[in-house]
């Protein structure tokens, strides 16, 4: 293995785009294989990324979710194919928008099936990613601003849905409503359970679904990306808009990491569900029904419209994976899987080779050039 066209691709290629730095590191077997920090933390400041940075990883939170979904599912705690209105009665009598056709909402009419928790994971439950609906803010603003998780997935349910559970693929809070049965369930707050049940298992010590404020100075500068004028200006770090409250835990965008860290979590998911500590957080089979396409293909047709990047990939549960014999000139294995955050956090398990990569920025706004590259130069870096 040679990663120098890796280095080369993060130290010249990805500041021509204006990202201002940038974390990768690359597992195999539970050994750390390359790590290369690179660019600058704060442009403003001028101070360079430093390899303990940590990060909003937005929705690259997905993966760790899931995962949480299939130890319920592996302790007979659920079941993919129960209703949501098991476990939340306000999803029982969902409503569904009608769209006339110049694509204006015309009126609510009653679902025609249920939503079931396997529609969560797969991204097809009709839900949508308003987190300016009416009954979000009415949350927020009942509860001061605190949001606890099981009000929030309560009120989601006001809203209608884009369409029949199971009908098409649509990116949303899903799996924000899937942490809130998590935490029904476990009868632990949902970033308890996390604690418990995935990070410290895996010697995961630096995540969290809250901001540590004596870890405070460690955070890498955001920057927001506006098309056709590169990089702008420094944001908040506080501008992570899924955290919707101070007790709310985000199952969908809410994790806080550093890329030794979440790392970890990866490296378990490419080796049969075992991590670096030799602790087992899942059974090799579920990872296997994690990474299996759960999709249509219209609904995969669906998924290329929202996320271009994902040509070539299904979707199975809170991941995409490439699938076979698809010719969409990927070097990846059959099989390889993960997700990405707004932020352009990106991770990759690829269990034919007992492959993990998590790479770490703090921009976004230019996957469909940086996700489908960055693959393709690490895979080729194997073979080197």
């Not at 785009?17 to 974390?23: A, F, K, N, S, V």
């Not at 944001?235 to 992570?240: A, G």
């Amino acid at each position: 293995m040679n990663f120098q066209r890796l280095r080369d691709f993060l130290d010249y290629y990805l500041p021509m785009l204006e990202i201002p730095g940038t974390d990768t590191v690359i597992y195999q077997n539970h050994r750390e294989i390359f790590r290369h920090t690179t660019g600058f933390d704060s442009i403003e400041k001028q101070t360079m990324l430093t390899p303990d940075r940590l990060y909003n990883i937005y929705s690259c939170s997905k993966i760790a979710t899931a995962v949480a979904a299939l130890q319920l599912i592996e302790r007979g705690e659920i079941l993919a194919t129960d209703p949501v209105y098991a476990y939340f009665p306000e999803y029982k009598n969902l409503t569904v928008k009608v769209y006339g056709e110049n694509g204006n909402v015309t009126g609510i009419r009653p679902a025609e099936k249920q939503m079931l928790i396997q529609h969560l994971l797969t991204m097809t439950s009709g839900l949508n990613y308003d987190l300016d609906s009416p009954s979000i803010k009415a949350v927020v603003a009942s509860t001061g601003g605190k949001a606890p998780t099981l009000d929030v997935c309560r009120a989601i349910a006001n809203e209608p849905l884009e369409f029949d559970p199971g009908e098409k693929y649509n990116y949303s809070l899903s799996l924000d409503v899937m942490a809130g049965i998590v935490e029904l369930v476990s009868g632990e707050k949902f970033s308890d359970y996390m604690q418990n049940n995935v990070f410290a298992p895996l010697g995961m010590k630096e995540t969290a679904y809250h901001v540590d404020e004596s870890k405070r100075d460690r955070f890498a500068a955001h920057y927001e990306y506006i098309a056709g004028k590169g990089r702008g200006a420094e944001i908040p770090f506080e501008s992570n808009r899924y955290r919707l409250g101070t007790e709310f835990d985000s199952g969908g965008a809410g994790v806080v990491s550093s890329v030794d860290d979440y790392i970890l979590l990866i490296d378990a998911l490419a080796n049969g569900g075992v991590g670096k500590t030799g602790e087992r957080i899942l059974s090799s089979r579920s990872i296997d029904v994690m990474r299996t396409n759960a999709l249509t293909p219209e609904q995969i047709k669906n998924q290329f419209a929202i996320h271009p990047y994902t040509h070539g990939y299904g979707y199975g549960y809170g991941v995409r994976m490439k699938l076979a014999d698809t010719p969409s000139g990927i070097l990846a294995s059959t099989g390889e899987f993960g997700w990405d955050g707004a932020k352009l956090c990106l991770a990759m398990a690829d269990p034919s080779i007992n492959l993990a990569v998590f790479h770490a920025e703090h921009m976004g706004g230019l996957h469909s050039i940086v996700v489908p590259r960055l693959r393709n130069v690490i895979y080729a870096c194997l073979d080197d």
